[in-house]
C-alpha cells in the first residue's frame, strides 16, 4: 500500500512532497491532533509550500495549490452533505444549481422591501415581536389578505427551493441532507456575517481620518435621512461602501480550511504542472486573500487598494 500510494500513476512525481505526506493521511492527523495546540497542519501546510513551492501534494490523494492567480480557475463560482463540503464535480453542480437562486442578485433585489423592515425592527429590538409576525407568517392560521406575503417569503426559503430543484434526486432532497444546507445557510448569514461587520467596523472607526469621512459623504448622499431606503444597485454605485465591504471580507478571512475539487473529466494547468483529470485539489482561501502578492501589506485595512 505504502509503495502504490507513492507511485499513484495518476499523481505526477512533482506533488509527491513529504514523504510520510504521501504515505499516509496520519501525517495531517499528527498536526491536527496529536500536536499541542491542535490543528496545526494550516501551519504546516505552509512549510510545504516554502519548502516545495506553490503546488505540493499534502496527502495521498489530494493536491493543495498556493496561487492567487489560479482561484478562479479552481474555484469558478464556489456540515457534511452541503454545498460548501462536496468535493465531486457532477453534484457539486447539481446542489449549487439548486441553491443559486435564493442568493442571486435579482431575488435580494425582490426582497429589498423585507430586508429593510426587518433591520427596522431589529433597531428597534422589537425581537419578540419579529418572533411572533414570523411565526403567524409560517403557520396555517393566515388570514387571507396575508396569504401572497406567505408565498413570497417561501420563494426566498431554501429548504423550498431545494425541494422544488428539478435536477436533484429524491435523495438529494432528504430532509438530513438539505437540513445541512440550511445550517451552511444559517452560519454564513449569522455568525460570519456578524464577524465581516465587526471587522469592518473596527477599521473604519480605526481609520476614522482617511476612510470614515468618505464612506460618510457617499451615504449621506444615497441615503439623506433615517426614512431613506436606497435600492442594493443604488448601493453597488457608491464605490467607498463597495471597497470597504470587500476588504472587510477579505482581512476577515471566514474560510481557514482546504476547500478541495473534483474535476472528472478535465485534465488542470496549474502553471508547467499538468493536474490529471479525476484528482482531489483545494486551495486555502485565508492564505490566498493573506497573500502580499495581490495584497501589499495583506494585514493592514486599506481598501483603497
Known sequence: MALAALWMPLLPAAFVAYLLAALTKWYEAYFDILTVPR????????????????????????????????????????????????????????????????????????????????????????????????????????????????????????????????GLSTAEKRPARIAQEGFV????????????????????????????????????????NTHSRPSLKDLEKLPWLTVIVKDSLRISTLLTSRLPIVAPHEALQSKEWMIPAGTPVSMTLSDILLDATPFPDPHVFHPER
Not at 69 to 79: D, K, P
Not at 201 to 210: A, P
Request: net charge positive.
Open 185 to 224: 445557510a444559517i452560519a454564513a448569514g449569522g455568525k460570519a456575517l456578524a464577524r465581516v461587520l465587526l471587522n469592518g467596523t473596527f477599521h473604519i472607526l480605526d481609520n476614522r481620518d482617511r476612510v470614515l469621512p468618505h464612506l460618510r459623504d457617499g451615504l449621506l448622499a444615497a441615503m439623506p
Open 39 to 166: 490543528g496545526r497542519f494550516m501551519y504546516e501546510l505552509k512549510c510545504m509550500h516554502e519548502g516545495y513551492g506553490p503546488i505540493v501534494r499534502v496527502n495521498p490523494d489530494e493536491i493543495h495549490i498556493n496561487d492567487p492567480s489560479w482561484v478562479n480557475t479552481l474555484y469558478t463560482n464556489a456540515a457534511h452533505g452541503a454545498l460548501f463540503s462536496t468535493v465531486g464535480h457532477d453534484i457539486h453542480r447539481k446542489r449549487q444549481a439548486a441553491v443559486s437562486p435564493v442568493f442571486s442578485r435579482a431575488s435580494v433585489s425582490s426582497i429589498e422591501g423585507l430586508l429593510y423592515d426587518d433591520t427596522e425592527l431589529l433597531m428597534r429590538r422589537e425581537m419578540d415581536r419579529q418572533a411572533l409576525e414570523a411565526i403567524a407568517i409560517y403557520s396555517r392560521q393566515l388570514p387571507d389578505g396575508e396569504k401572497g406575503e406567505k408565498r413570497t417569503l417561501r420563494k426566498h426559503n431554501i429548504f423550498g427551493t431545494i425541494l422544488a430543484a428539478p
